[in-house]
């Protein structure tokens, strides 16, 4: 119990500032759309008509309408999972590694619990630093569009989307873990997590540039709920729901695995 | 000079990997050129028909659009993401990892001055990352030499390519500054990441800042469209970067020397 208080009040203040970024972006991303509800122009039907790779080229994303609050939040949806994302891999990686990286685990493993409790202890607080997350973007999403929307309400969408989200942070949050479980020197686990991160991030443009790479969607999250997909079928794919389950669970699994066994660099 | 000799060896593994990813990156991209470049003629009716309003919130010019170099400038934003991602580690981590190596102790010990430390060790980074674009610039004038059959402007595929090492630049400032401001960097990637995705991100969202975003980020910073128009890289701008960089830097200095170092216990 200790180690879980302990890890999250160190983790409040990062926290915050994450917090504060995501805010921020969706309230930048608002006023940009603000602009557009007021210039009336809905200009995507005619660039429908563009082949797939010219709108990827020029950021569009395909079928959204940008003209309704919903379609615009899509959009905006891409940098906020960016943002999330980037938040759990490292808030995994470095939740585990850094009793290592500060000499602190020697100091840590010397007091009467098991590391599979550390583990767990660690493991939770860092779950409970996701959700907060998740929830205040869900918060200041649902606030923020409602503010600036005049059309049909969103809130339904948002919640959908943010779902999705939490799965990809579960994704990433357990990636930095494992990472951070398995090496012999976690002190570059977190560069690891991010060099990850950077290519499946960089896989999915890829794949919009380039439809025949189509089948290399499994290998990035980032693709598992696309914006568009969701909001035409209204719910989260289910074979995608499953497939980032177990994908959390194996991470977590192998974390556990391996870091209670391996040597500690100390 | 063997600070300078050990920290491009410290850094040899990583730079390798940097390059590879910027060689592929540039590669890939630039090796769907062809792909693009079939559908020229439907996608140059579709835009034709646009209103003019239209085509200049895309921010598309049709006349360079379906060039190389035009194809070039969509793309090299996620070349700078990637080149910047790179440059910010350096930045922050090149000194500071000494404090979180508990090594700073040991360095200071050594009969230079802090001034001489830091200068190799910036000189170091400096080294890395003028290779780094330059073995980008060869694989990268390679491919598109390759993919277009040599039918492309190569000046101005070389200077928009050039802006690389210039934004580069600032986000090694901007990481340096950061690294003598922090108290204590425990880990270089949680500081650099949102520190260059923040920036990426500011200038995603750009027609909200109108354009006055060149000047809050520096993703934005050298404008491609205005080097494909004029063949020149806008002076003004250099000269705005030099002056940052020198600013920054001289802080830079002045902070570290005068900076609290704890020692190892």
């Not at chain 2, 401001?181 to 880990?187: A, Q």
Request: net charge positive; glycine share 4%.
């Amino acid at each position: 119990m200790n180690v879980f208080i302990r890890e999250l009040k160190v983790n409040r203040y990062p926290l915050l500032a994450w917090s504060v970024g995501v805010v921020l972006l969706i309230y930048s991303g608002m006023l940009k759309f603000a602009g557009y509800q007021s210039s009336g122009q809905s200009i995507n039907q005619i660039l429908d008509q563009l082949p797939k790779s010219v709108q990827a080229i020029l950021g569009l994303n395909v079928g959204i309408d940008l003209s309704s609050a919903k379609g615009f939040y899509a959009i905006l949806f891409f940098y906020i999972i960016l943002v999330a994302t980037i938040h759990s891999s490292l808030l995994g990686a470095g939740i585990i590694s850094k009793e290592e990286r500060d000499r602190t685990s020697e100091f840590l493993f010397v007091k009467p619990i098991p590391r599979a409790k550390v583990l767990t202890a660690k493991l939770l607080a860092a779950f409970c630093n996701i959700l907060v997350l998740n929830l205040v973007t869900l918060v200041s999403s649902v606030c923020l569009v409602a503010i600036y929307n005049k059309g049909a309400s969103a809130t339904h969408d948002i919640i959908l989307l943010m779902a999705g989200m939490f799965f990809l942070q579960l994704i990433f949050l357990s990636l930095g873990a494992a990472i951070a479980g398995i090496s012999i020197k976690p002190k570059g686990s977190a560069s690891i997590a991010s060099a990850i991160l950077l290519f499946t991030f960089l896989l999915s443009i890829f794949i919009d540039f380039y439809s025949k790479l189509e089948n290399l969607k499994y290998l990035t999250p980032f693709k598992y709920f696309d914006a568009k997909s969701v909001l035409t079928s209204g719910k989260l794919d289910p074979f995608y729901l499953v497939l980032s389950a177990i994908i959390a669970v194996v991470l977590v699994a192998t974390t556990y695995l391996f870091y209670t066994k391996r040597d500690l660099d100390v | 000079m063997n600070i300078f000799w050990h920290e491009l060896k410290q850094y040899r593994r990583s730079t390798i990997v940097w390059v590879l990813s910027l060689c592929f990156i540039v590669l890939f991209f630039l090796s769907l050129f062809p792909v693009f470049s079939k559908d020229v003629e439907t996608v140059r009716k579709i835009f034709e028909s646009y209103p003019v309003a239209v085509r200049d919130a895309l921010n598309v010019q049709i006349d360079i659009f379906f060039t190389l170099n035009g194809f070039y400038l969509f793309i090299f934003t996620y070349i700078l993401l990637t080149g910047s991602i790179q440059a910010a580690n350096l930045g922050v981590g090149i000194i500071s990892k000494e404090a979180a190596g508990k090594t700073f102790d040991f360095l200071l010990t050594k009969p230079i001055t802090r001034t001489q430390l830091i200068t190799r060790k910036i000189a170091a980074a400096l080294t890395l990352l003028i290779v780094t674009n330059i073995v980008y610039l060869a694989a990268a004038v390679f491919t598109a030499n390759t993919v277009s059959h040599g039918d492309f402007e190569m000046n101005i595929f070389i200077l928009i390519s050039l802006t690389l090492i210039l934004v580069q630049l600032m986000f090694f400032t901007i990481g340096l500054f950061l690294s003598a401001v922090l108290p204590k960097i425990k880990s270089v990637v949680t500081v650099s990441l949102p520190l260059v995705f923040a920036f990426f991100i500011i200038g995603m969202l750009d027609s909200i800042f109108g354009n006055k975003v060149r000047y809050l980020t520096p993703f934005k910073f050298y404008d491609p469209a205005y080097i494909i128009k004029n063949g020149t890289i806008e002076f003004k701008f250099l000269l705005i970067e030099a002056i940052f960089i020198v600013i920054v830097t001289v802080a830079v200095y002045y902070l570290f020397n005068k900076k609290d170092i704890s020692a190892a216990d």
